[in-house]
Structure formats: structure tokens, C-alpha cells
């Protein structure tokens, strides 16, 4: 790791198939994943981006969709807002992080939930009908999978890690502030607020389209346990208006002129 963290001070440097390597060999090895995770595989043609095939045990990523993505999440960063193009690559980076750190959460989620399912657990309850509706319906789940709890999860633990890793770099304040506005803007992106006084939350959305998401059940199980708002918003449950304004206004304050 801390290699790779000198690579990533380096403006001119761009993450390479034998950093991710590197990062996914030490996440196994430190982790004792091996009955999970036993490779990262560049070579395989896939559909997307990156994916996480538990049965083989193994994450398969296409290179090229990876920087094709990074590039024009990079771009649409670059219309809104005043960064210093210097930088490129360092958001470049940061992306990319986010991107194998979202695959390596998947990797987690399975480790600590495949076995200990129970029906009363909001955590396992809500993995298992991810895991589920995977297996029913791949279809819906890939054309509407950032209401699905265990993706936005994924997606938070992405950004966060890969905000994390950057902010340890020779980045400036104010790109440094950037990346923290796109990690706080991923954490409310699939909630909506209407008529400036409800919340409609990723798991009514998702309630919404399939039948059998049982809304009630969910709410009902999450109301029983304290659950803190960070992992409230990790799951695309319900979060207070105040929680939600909180969060609108710290990312606002980010937004740099
Ligand atoms: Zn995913």
C-alpha cells in the first residue's frame, strides 16, 4: 500500500493492472479471503465495468471501460467546477479507487453476511434479498441497481476509501475539496427531497417497482435497532429531513467558486 501511495503522489502517474493487483493480493492476504476471493482477472471480456463473481471467486475488470468511465466522470467534474486541469490524474486516480474499492465491498458484504442470515437482522434481511433478486432477475437488478442497498453500500465504501486514499496526496485544498463534495454528493444521490418536505428514500423507490421488496417489513426492522445515519444512508433506508438537509448543506459549503 504504501507504494502504491508514493505512485499516487506523482501527477503524472495513472493507476496500472499491477497496482490493482497489488492492492487486491494484500486485501486477501490480510483479510484471510481466500475461500472468497482468490484473483482479479483483466483478461476476461465482460459487459461492464467490473463484477464480482462469488461462485468463481473471482473480479474480473475491463481496463479500457474503466478509464473510459473515470475519463468522463473526470469531465463532467471539469464543467462544474473551476479544478486546476493540472490535476487530472489525480481525480483519474481517484476514481479508479472508488471503482475496485465498490468491487472489494461486495467481497466484504459476502464474508460477513453469507452465513448468518436471519430473518430479524436488518443487515442480513436486506443482503438477502439483494442476493435474491440477483438470482430472479438479473435484468431488473442490473437496469435499476443503485436502489439496491448492497450497491449503494458498495458505491459509498468506494468513494469513501478512495476519498481517503487521496486525501493523503499532494492534492491541493481545493481539488481535495472537490473529491469530499463528489463522496458527500454519491451519499445522497438516490435520495430525492419533494415539496421541500419529504424524503423519498432508494428502498421506496425500489419498493416501488418490484412487489416483493416488503416495505413494511424493512422499515420495521430498521426501526427496531439504532441504526447510526451513516449506515442508514449505506442501505438507502430512511433518513430524517433534517439528516438529509445536513448533509445538502455541508456539500454546498464545499462547492468551490
Ligand atoms: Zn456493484
Redesign the pocket.
Known amino acids: 500500500m504504501i507504494t502504491l501511495m508514493n505512485k499516487l503522489d506523482d501527477e503524472n502517474y495513472i493507476i496500472q493492472q499491477r497496482d490493482v493487483l497489488d492492492v487486491a493480493d494484500a486485501f486477501i492476504r490480510e483479510n484471510h479471503f481466500d475461500e472468497f476471493l482468490k484473483d482479479v482477472d483483466f483478461k476476461q471480456e465482460i459487459n461492464g465495468i467490473?463484477?464480482?463473481d462469488a461462485n468463481k471467486r473471482v473480479i474480473f475488470f475491463n481496463e479500457n471501460k474503466i478509464l473510459e468511465k473515470c475519463y468522463s466522470l473526470y469531465n463532467s467534474l471539469l464543467s462544474h467546477h473551476d479544478i486546476d486541469e493540472n490535476y487530472d490524474t489525480y481525480f483519474i486516480n481517484f476514481y479508479y479507487l472508488f471503482i475496485l474499492y465498490?468491487?472489494f465491498?461486495?467481497v466484504l458484504r459476502k464474508v460477513k453476511y453469507e452465513n448468518s442470515f436471519n430473518e430479524e437482522n436488518i443487515y442480513t434481511y436486506l443482503y438477502e434479498m439483494c442476493v435474491t433478486m440477483i438470482d430472479k432477475d438479473r435484468d431488473f437488478y442490473t437496469k435499476n441497481?443503485q436502489f439496491f442497498p448492497?450497491?449503494i453500500e458498495?458505491?459509498n465504501i468506494g468513494f469513501y476509501k478512495a476519498y481517503s486514499l487521496m486525501s493523503y496526496t499532494k492534492l491541493p485544498a481545493k481539488e481535495c475539496k472537490v473529491m469530499q463534495y463528489q463522496y458527500l454528493k454519491s451519499l445522497l444521490r438516490n435520495y430525492q427531497k419533494v415539496d421541500g418536505s419529504k424524503i423519498i428514500t432508494p428502498i421506496e423507490k425500489l419498493a416501488e417497482m418490484k412487489e416483493d421488496v416488503d416495505l413494511d417489513k424493512i422499515i420495521d426492522l430498521s426501526s427496531h435497532e439504532n441504526i447510526p445515519r451513516s449506515e442508514r444512508l449505506n442501505l438507502g433506508l430512511p433518513i430524517s429531513l433534517k439528516e438529509y438537509d445536513g448533509i445538502a448543506k455541508e456539500k454546498q459549503k464545499l462547492l468551490v467558486k
Do not use: W
Open positions: 467490473g463484477h464480482y465498490h468491487e465491498a461486495h441497481h448492497i450497491e458498495a458505491n
